[in-house]
């Protein structure tokens, strides 16, 4: 959904180093998610936010991954010491909080990252 | 873990055919969720089906959720060549987090003019 905001929309960088994407979800979503998307694979989760507090991480890699959804601000995605299996497309998808909601997602237009 | 497993993973049909994915969960899902992704573009929802046995459709397009809520379809009648993309299931099992899907690996449609 055009509403969920990511940028970078493509980010090359050479392995060891760290790439950081950014996302503003849509106006009144206090949810924000974190899928990858391996070329030609599905999405997998990695990591549910709410402001200041991660809900669930159970999708992340154990190591150079990390998230946050500061107070203030769009919600950030960290790879450090990229490699070239970091290679995916990464998107933020975000949802409401309001009774009656049932789940679907609204994603964002991704953040294509390719390590050299 | 839970797994869905989503099949073909490829197809090719001539334009005016119809064409159909499947989807099946290891685990009885919550409810389902199907998603459309045109090339280089973002997953769009399309739908969702909740009920045992649920049939919905959006013009050419008929999802089921079956009795046991561990499979889905999709089907596409007479396809046109804007229903290019991939098309995704995703299963909500209730007894992970809000939001957590779990994603089939997608079948690809490609149609011919």
């Known amino acids: 959904n055009a509403g969920v905001m990511q940028n970078p929309r493509h980010l090359v960088r050479r392995r060891g180093q760290e790439a950081r994407l950014r996302c503003s979800p849509m106006k009144g979503h206090s949810h924000v998610y974190w899928y990858r998307q391996l070329p030609e694979e599905g999405l997998k989760f990695m990591v549910y936010?709410?402001?200041?507090?991660?809900?669930?991480e159970s999708g992340m890699p154990k190591e150079r991954f990390s998230a946050e959804f500061p107070k203030e601000g769009p919600s950030i995605l960290r790879i450090q010491q990229v490699v070239r299996g970091d290679s995916a497309a990464y998107f933020c998808?975000?949802?409401?909080?309001?009774?009656?909601?049932?789940?679907?997602?609204?994603f964002g237009e991704g953040s294509r990252l390719t390590v050299l | 873990g839970q797994q869905v497993m989503q099949i073909p993973q490829y197809q090719h049909v001539q334009e005016g055919e119809d064409f159909t994915t499947y989807c099946n969960s290891s685990?009885?899902?919550?409810?389902i969720q199907w998603y459309k992704q045109r090339p280089g573009g973002h997953p769009v929802f399309l739908i969702q089906l909740v009920k045992s046995g649920e049939v919905k459709k959006q013009k050419r397009l008929t999802f089921q959720f079956g009795e046991a809520k561990k499979n889905s379809s999709l089907h596409i009648t007479a396809t046109q060549t804007t229903d290019v993309g991939t098309y995704f299931c995703a299963g909500d099992d209730r007894g992970s987090t809000l939001g957590r899907l779990y994603f089939g690996r997608g079948t690809q449609l490609t149609v011919w003019p």
């Open positions: 998808a975000s949802l409401p909080l309001r009774t009656g909601y049932t789940g679907e997602l609204f």
């Open positions: 936010l709410q402001k200041e507090n991660i809900i669930d």
């Open positions: 685990t009885t899902l919550s409810n």
